[in-house]
């Protein structure tokens, strides 16, 4: 017989529509959802929990996450034993599932074994997505030697917990072609500079467009996509033209380049809550001592490029880029930080339905409809117009599914 739960008596988000189901049902039948409706459902036989008016919607997805990011300090990470590393990403991960997030899309360091240990059951964690290493040119935003690392024979190279280095077009290929042998399911690269990286400027273009098409055309040939880092307009611009599906951060997107990623369907993530944490506890985060520099104004820039976007009509994903074990909680604020610009509706798409299409996942995942996996989240309050909740998932989120499967329930 059939493993069946019925969900009752709830609001329903469906992950698009800002009309609200009320007093609907949903039926989870072997972990897929079978009947989405505002009629009474056969529940003989069935597990009911009876949702008491309470707000049910897709389980949340992260689509800018770092399993592997027990710091800020990426170049001690890279010298962390594995084994050490996997058991704080299983806490980071078990801790992501716990606030709603029930699917993860890994943006660098994230592997096939950590990927294998939360389908085996070995790891409570949300569905993984993960991109392998992320692939960066020397003295780019992955490579974590500082300038003052001596190597006289000029043959070092970097492989480190998030990321390795790749010059030419050639090596992008084989870098590109050895994580999707290894099972990755999209491909990062890196196209600006960053923050947290020592050697170079936030506004340093990094790679060619040889060596990027390199990496998209190999993602296209495993029917996969290529996501990019991307802090500047000239970026954008270059992903616009190269191929790449979504722009990672997207700091500094002006309407111009706006208007373009709207009209060729290339997705924009921003990452507002890891600029915030940045600026509040940037002396605190061990920073190279270049990264507080690059700082200055990023949190102000990435806001009026988020409006921007979002006037465009360009598709926002939703990401958090957080690393560090005190501030993985942090997750929620994105919602918050957002709702300063965005409607919420437009928010919990983003972190619903449009990641899920971005991923390739659409109708099976960010959605509550036939045929899309039993991942739910219910909500005490409606969140069309209440956002601080997503802040205190512990408070203000009594039920976790992921494949139907109970993950939290504290509803008594």
Request: contains cysteine; proline residues 4%; charged residues 25%.
């Amino acid at each position: 017989m059939a493993d069946v739960l019925v969900l009752k008596n709830a609001f329903i988000f469906d992950g698009e529509s800002e009309d609200l189901i009320e007093n609907g049902s949903v039926v989870i039948k072997d972990g897929v959802i079978s009947e989405v409706t505002d009629q009474p459902v056969n529940s003989q036989n069935a597990n009911v929990i009876d949702c008491d008016g309470r707000y049910l919607m897709p389980g949340l997805i992260d689509a800018h996450f770092h399993c592997y990011s027990p710091t800020f300090d990426v170049a001690a990470m890279g010298k962390m034993l594995p084994g050490l590393l996997s058991q704080y990403g299983a806490m980071i991960l078990e801790g992501a599932l716990l606030r709603g997030f029930t699917t993860v899309r890994d943006a660098a360091g994230g592997d096939r074994a950590m990927w294998e240990a939360i389908e085996r059951g070995l790891v409570n964690g949300p569905r993984f997505f993960f991109a392998g290493n992320s692939i960066s040119q020397t003295g780019g935003h992955g490579d974590t030697r500082a300038g003052d690392d001596y190597e006289p024979c000029l043959c070092g190279s970097y492989h480190g917990a998030l990321s390795s280095v790749a010059d030419g077009e050639d090596a992008v290929r084989a870098a590109a072609r050895e994580e999707l042998r290894k099972g990755a399911h999209h491909l990062k690269v890196f196209l600006s500079g960053g923050i947290a990286s020592p050697t170079d400027p936030l506004w340093m273009a990094q790679y060619t467009d040889k060596e990027l098409r390199a990496a998209v055309e190999e993602a296209a040939r495993r029917r996969t996509y290529v996501m990019a880092h991307c802090h500047t307009d000239e970026g954008a611009n270059r992903c616009l033209i190269n191929g790449v599906r979504s722009i990672e951060h997207g700091t500094e997107i002006f309407a111009e380049t706006a208007e373009k990623l709207a009209e060729a369907d290339i997705y924009v993530v921003p990452t507002l809550v890891v600029m915030d944490l940045l600026r509040q506890h940037g002396p605190d985060l061990n920073l190279p001592e270049m990264a507080h520099k690059k700082l200055k104004g990023v949190f102000e820039t990435m806001m009026t490029s988020l409006e921007t976007c979002d006037r465009a009509g360009v598709k926002l994903g939703f990401g958090t880029d957080l690393l560090d074990l005190r501030f993985h909680c942090w997750q929620g604020r994105e919602f918050q930080l957002r709702g300063q610009v965005q409607k919420p509706v437009d928010i919990l798409r983003s972190a619903t339905s449009i990641n899920a299409k971005m991923m390739n996942m659409s109708g099976q995942l960010g959605c509550i409809k036939e045929g899309a996996f039993g991942d739910v989240i219910l909500l005490k309050n409606n969140p069309l117009n209440n956002l601080e909740q997503f802040a205190k998932p512990e408070e203000s989120i009594p039920l976790i599914l992921k494949g139907g499967n109970i993950v939290k329930n504290d509803m008594n």
